[in-house]
């Protein structure tokens, strides 16, 4: 089965830049057609979809999020990564990387990570 694994620094000061890394086992990110997301959970909240970069390299924001996302990809480690500038208390959440089944949410994720915990607080 594919298996996916976030990293990252548990803790970022206010208006610095969020930055998470994806590596992805038992599966390529080129693989046709899946999408390579990116989902958070504040505390107490629902999950909120982020972005995704797809089999082909192609890339898509929440509107919400999108000045402030940028999602890339490094083939040759199979690894995708996430940045996410001036962040703000209300960025705290669980960070999920999952695989995605079409380009559209609620196709669903058939595969997630564990998720990490980030906290952006001076």
């Known amino acids: 089965q594919v298996q996916l694994q976030e990293a990252g620094p548990g803790l970022v000061k206010p208006s610095q830049t969020l930055s998470l890394t994806c590596t992805v086992s038992?599966?390529?990110?080129?693989?046709?057609?899946?999408?390579w997301s990116w989902i958070r959970q504040p505390p107490g909240k629902g999950l909120e979809w982020i972005g995704y970069?797809?089999?082909?390299?192609?890339?898509y924001y929440s509107p919400s999020l999108k000045s402030r996302t940028s999602i890339a990809r490094d083939t040759s480690k199979n690894q995708f990564t996430l940045q996410l500038s001036s962040v703000t208390p209300e960025d705290t959440a669980v960070y999920y990387c999952?695989?995605?089944?079409?380009?559209?949410?609620?196709?669903?994720?058939?595969?997630w990570g564990q998720g990490t915990q980030v906290t952006v607080s001076s």
């Open positions: 999952a695989r995605g089944l079409g380009s559209s949410w609620y196709l669903g994720y058939d595969y």
């Open positions: 970069i797809n089999y082909s390299g192609s890339t």
């Open positions: 038992y599966g390529s990110i080129t693989t046709n057609y899946y999408y």
